[in-house]
């Protein structure tokens, strides 16, 4: 028999293009997810905010897998810090066109799906897995601003939940700290897409240490930026050694430069302009043999919940230096898939950056270890097994409980 598994991914088109706008690892995710649990036997139905005239309601990716789009009374593009007061709207059109009873588990994607999940589980009961994808908590302690209805929805959710699947320690214990008695947890990490997994060999000689994300100060552009400039002040031999960089939209890179318009950016790279390139957006195969290349990959965020590139990076047998915040203290092994350094301190990653340029030996170690421990432990195949046992685990507890109800 073919199992059912509803997805909510509010603002989260698992279809729609990687790098537009709201684009980005949660809609990777709930694909790869979605697409991983169908070879296993699974049907999923995604359901999603209705954001563009240019996508039909229903829309089918794989052969048993559909995402459904509900407007919510906004057939148009809507900010997910919007989104709130189209819930109750959402959860309504959802209602008439679903029968959440065909289901055999909700699985809610973001504090805003797992509001709408919490309606479900009180109304049919249908047992219910929530993934966070980002805490209100983990924002608050990395930037200082505090979303208060986000703070009291979430502890709701992860207190009336049937499991809660975090990806990492890191965020377990977080949980931990935030509510005294939180629904039961399992650690379950991303996965790595196969592009990031092919071996391939390294086409190029010329040394470089490779960055990938949004250019914003939240994900360390900055202190990568001013650790570069210390690494090649302190270590003038280093002449040919670059920095290339991939993220930020086509109309913020000069495609004829491979410089920043950014004036701030501008600022940042003042006197080794020649030394670093801005490639703009690149896709997944690109990446991978951006990472594959690379002396190592840097991630320098401020926080970080799971850490994606780090795991991609790792797969394709790049070490990582990484800062030693959230989710990559544990993506990221420490001597021995890659090193860890302080957030915002570009003094100690320029050392770690020098450490492993200075030393080919151990950073092939740190690559060959990388790929190993990243193409077992960030596999989908595998991933999907053990999220289909934690499925058969919270179905049947829930109807035990309304058979003794």
């Not at 070490?319 to 915002?344: C, E, F, N, W």
């Not at 301190?345 to 200075?358: E, G, I, K």
Request: with cysteine; proline share 4%; net charge positive.
């Amino acid at each position: 028999m073919i199992r059912k598994v509803l997805f909510i991914s509010d603002h989260g088109d698992p279809l729609a293009p990687l790098g537009s706008e709201q684009a980005g690892g949660q809609n990777n995710y709930v694909r790869q997810l979605a697409l991983a649990l169908e070879k296993e036997g699974y049907a999923v139905d995604v359901a999603t905010h209705w954001n563009s005239m240019d996508t039909p309601e229903i829309e089918y990716f794989g052969t048993s897998c559909r995402v459904i789009r509900f407007a919510a009374g906004k057939h148009k593009f809507v900010p997910k810090n919007e989104m709130y007061r189209l819930i109750p709207e959402f959860f309504d059109e959802m209602s008439k066109v679903l029968n959440f009873n065909n289901y055999d588990v909700v699985h809610t994607h973001y504090w805003l799906s797992g509001l709408i999940g919490s309606f479900i589980k009180q109304k049919w009961n249908v047992p219910w897995v929530h993934t966070n994808h980002s805490l209100g908590i983990a924002k608050k302690k990395a930037t200082g601003n505090s979303e208060a209805l986000r703070l009291l929805t979430e502890k709701m959710i992860l207190t009336s939940a049937d499991l809660v699947v975090v990806t990492t320690q890191s965020e377990r214990q977080l949980i931990r700290e935030f509510i005294t008695n939180p629904a039961p947890m399992k650690i379950i990490p991303i996965g790595v897409d196969d592009a990031f997994q092919s071996n391939r060999p390294k086409t190029t000689t010329s040394p470089y240490f490779a960055f990938a994300g949004r250019l914003q100060t939240s994900k360390g552009i900055y202190t990568l930026l001013k650790a570069f400039d210390l690494l090649i002040r302190d270590n003038p031999e280093m002449g040919h050694t670059k920095l290339i960089i991939a993220g930020g939209s086509d109309s913020c890179i000069s495609s004829k430069n491979h410089l920043p318009k950014s004036r701030k950016l501008r600022a940042a790279i003042e006197g080794f302009e020649h030394r670093v390139k801005f490639l703009g957006p690149q896709n997944q195969r690109q990446l991978a043999q951006l990472f594959t290349n690379s002396v190592a990959t840097i991630v320098p965020s401020h926080y970080e919940s799971f850490g994606m590139v780090a795991a991609e990076a790792q797969a394709c047998g790049s070490p990582v230096i990484a800062s030693s915040v959230g989710g990559l203290q544990d993506i990221v092994k420490d001597g021995m898939t890659g090193l860890h350094v302080k957030h915002k301190n570009p003094r100690q990653l320029a050392q770690a950056m020098s450490t492993l340029l200075n030393n080919p030996h151990l950073t092939k170690k740190l690559g060959r270890k990388a790929a190993s421990y990243a193409r077992q432990e960030f596999n989908w195949s595998v991933l999907a097994h053990k999220m289909i046992e934690l499925y058969k685990g919270v179905s049947n507890e829930t109807k035990i409980l309304s058979t003794s109800d």
